[in-house]
């Protein structure tokens, strides 16, 4: 369990502090979607999972947890991509400060090149300060996507064309 400093966020009504996020529960859920300020969509891949996230998020609260999405993009975009998506989660956006940098979730390689990763960031909320408690990337994100559970089940998994599938099995790009 880590202390992290209480951010403050752009949000659609103005300044949200990372406590805040946390409404009237103890715990917080962050995704961290991919959304470079430069962008004007959200990356597939995160955008397929927010739309694989339970239609009723209200059973989180009723187990004490808030859940909360975070992105680089200027929270303008961040609110017209929401749109397009229906999707009625808070989406706060770090572009003015360090949050993204400091937990690796934007990161630059020796070549300059910057880059993202999707993940999810679990909080806890005691006496007042914020606790980073567990962090997952990559395909561990989709420990909460029960599609791609489903999917694996199935007699030919996701059909992605990055799985080791036997001659002629059906397979597309990923996330396409």
């Given at each position: 369990m880590l202390?992290?400093?209480?951010?403050?966020?752009a949000g659609r009504d103005g300044p949200v502090r990372l406590t805040e996020l946390f409404g009237d529960t103890y715990l917080l859920l962050v995704q961290n979607v991919m959304f470079g300020p430069d962008w004007d969509q959200g990356c597939p891949s995160c955008t397929w999972a927010v739309d694989n996230l339970?239609?009723?998020m209200d059973r989180l609260s009723d187990e004490g947890i808030a859940f909360a999405m975070v992105s680089e993009a200027p929270?303008?975009?961040?609110?017209?991509?929401?749109?397009?998506?229906?999707?009625s989660h808070t989406w706060v956006s770090s572009g003015a400060m360090t949050y993204h940098v400091d937990f690796a979730w934007t990161d630059t390689d020796d070549?300059?090149?910057?880059?993202?990763r999707p993940g999810y960031s679990y909080y806890l909320l005691s006496d007042g300060k914020p606790y980073?408690?567990?962090?997952?990337t990559a395909r561990g994100t989709e420990a909460i996507l029960p599609i791609a559970?489903?999917?694996?089940r199935t007699v030919y998994g996701?059909?992605?064309?990055?799985?080791?599938?036997?001659p002629g099995w059906p397979q597309e790009p990923t996330y396409g």
């Open positions: 202390e992290v400093e209480d951010y403050e966020f339970p239609q009723r929270v303008e975009k961040l609110e017209a991509w929401r749109r397009e998506r229906g999707w070549g300059g090149q910057t880059f993202w980073l408690t567990y962090v997952t559970h489903i999917m694996d996701r059909q992605q064309d990055w799985e080791d599938s036997p």
